[in-house]
């Protein structure tokens, strides 16, 4: 099967693909595709006169002993319903696996979006290398003091905070990040970057602190959230996977952190 970047003519063709796998609307897919162009973000394998399988990437940087390594993450792996089962899926993540390879980045990496999908992609080459911690949270104790930051100076804040290898997200990615909702805020002891759902629950998809359980009823407390599902680093569970273009280093374990799922 032979894959190709999208063209800019094609965006309407990937929106309609992206709604039907992930039932998101206009409005989501118009920012992600505005902001990441699909002519050098999104690779695709055409079938007749539509768009059959597609796979999106955003930078991101792997930061370990001292030294930066480019990659990408992987991200809205999509197949047309009715065009499941022939192959195309596994199809276009080769085809966008060797063009960031002959674009000369490290690694590229992934959060598969169920457990079942850890067989798929291991089969594609990668490994599991980021880890997680994990829990649910009820507000507890006396509210946090918050303060809300941006895109860039939360960045720089998880970059003083994160010790051992993690993913360091460019501006971009964290900017769209923002734009789709979610909130960053520094805390006395830590940042956490922090989604508030309709239901009244807070996914705090980010929590670095010195006492995450405490830190996390605090916040949840400080925003008026009932509960919160809260991920930190690490080792409960596995969050992500990777694959070296340039050697085969063992990085693991990783923080990968919020996974754009």
């Not at 190709?4 to 309609?16: G, T």
């Not at 291991?122 to 997680?132: D, R, S």
């Not at 807070?202 to 509960?227: D, F, K, V, Y």
Request: a negative charge; proline letters at 6%.
């Amino acid at each position: 099967m032979i894959g190709r970047w999208a063209k800019p003519e094609e965006k309407h063709d990937l929106q309609v693909l992206w709604s039907r796998v992930f039932g998101d609307g206009p409005d989501v897919t118009d920012l992600f595709f505005r902001r990441f162009p699909p002519e050098r973000h999104t690779r695709v394998i055409p079938a007749g006169y539509g768009i059959t399988s597609m796979a999106n990437w955003l930078p991101v940087t792997l930061r370990a002993e001292g030294k930066a390594y480019s990659g990408a993450y992987v991200y809205a792996v999509a197949t047309a319903p009715e065009r499941r089962g022939e192959g195309l899926g596994s199809a276009v993540v080769k085809e966008l696996d060797r063009a960031l390879a002959d674009a000369g980045l490290d690694f590229a990496c992934l959060c598969p979006a169920s457990a079942g999908l850890y067989d798929f992609y291991a089969a594609l080459g990668y490994e599991t290398a980021f880890f997680c911690g994990h829990f649910h949270a009820a507000p507890a104790g006396e509210a946090s003091v918050l303060t809300r930051m941006d895109a860039m100076e939360y960045l720089a804040l998880r970059r003083e905070l994160l010790t051992g290898p993690f993913c360091d997200w460019d501006a971009a990615a964290v900017s769209y990040l923002q734009a789709m909702g979610t909130r960053f805020y520094s805390l006395p002891s830590g940042c956490a970057a922090v989604s508030l759902l309709p239901d009244g629950t807070a996914r705090i998809s980010e929590l670095i602190a010195q006492t995450p359980s405490a830190a996390a009823g605090a916040l949840c407390r400080a925003l008026g959230a009932e509960r919160a599902e809260v991920f930190t680093p690490g080792t409960d569970l596995p969050r992500g996977m990777l694959k070296w273009f340039t050697f085969g280093q063992k990085i693991s374990p990783a923080h990968l952190g919020f996974a754009f799922d």
